[in-house]
């Protein structure tokens, strides 16, 4: 079989399943983070919970947050339930991290 031939065969499926899908907005973002609370989001991949660990030092000593509140995604390969995203909107800022 040609190359030719074989790639007139695929079907692109896109990963996205339509019933998730939503308009979105970009929220606003603070001019700086000293004295903010900064919500950091773990989505339970390996590695997620030390960089966010790291992140939340570097925050408070660099940046001068006055605190930082880790929440953990149930599952990683799923959206955010809306109960935690509810809780994730009253910080000031979030982080979300990808391990790996």
Known sequence: MR???AIRD???????????????RMTHRPADL??????LLDNR???AN???E??????KERYGAAATSVRVKPIFSRPSP???LAELETF????????D
């Open 54 to 59: 790291e992140l939340a030092r570097g925050l």
């Open 92 to 99: 000031d800022a979030v982080v979300t991290a990808i391990g």
């Open 82 to 84: 809306e109960p935690l």
């Open 10 to 24: 695929f079907q692109l499926v896109p990963p996205v399943d339509p019933r998730m899908m939503r308009e979105r």
């Open 34 to 39: 000293r004295d903010a609370r900064v919500g």
């Open 3 to 5: 190359l030719q031939d």
């Open 50 to 52: 030390v960089l966010l």
């Open 45 to 47: 991949k390996g590695n």
